[in-house]
């Protein structure tokens, strides 16, 4: 039924669940899975003259988080059987980056966690799932904490 998943990951406990998710769902139907980690690299645009220094120290940083979830994945779906692509992707704007990566993987599911925000956290932070879902010309199963 599902022939490629993308699984988008953050490193979150609901993003966990999510991968258990999509394991499960790929060793029912034999999908393919693509695995993508979405840093915005510009999350600091306006701050100051110490943005260069601080903005090179976040991305150091959010790529190395980044290479450890995508290897906890890809050794996860390894030990089940499945090969998972694993990518790490920049883009301004996360849920676009997750749009853009399901295109290009030629995704037919999106399999993705949710922070579970109340409506007041959502207003003033984003929801990514949301955007997510709002957006997608596919299916999107998001996964609940």
Known sequence: MFDHLLLPIDGSPTSELALDKALGIAQAFGSKVSVVYVVDPYPFT?????????????????????????????????????????????????????????????ADLIVMGSHGRNPVERWVLGSVAQRVVSNAKLPVLVVRG
């Not at 906890?72 to 990566?101: D, P, Y």
């Open 46 to 106: 306006g701050v100051g003259a110490d943005f260069v220094f601080g903005q090179d120290q976040y991305l150091r940083a959010a790529k190395a988080e980044a290479s450890k979830a995508l290897g906890a994945a890809r050794h996860k779906f390894e030990a089940a059987g499945i090969t998972a692509s694993c990518s790490l992707a920049e883009a301004r704007v996360v849920w676009r980056g997750i749009l853009e990566a399901a295109e290009s993987a030629r």
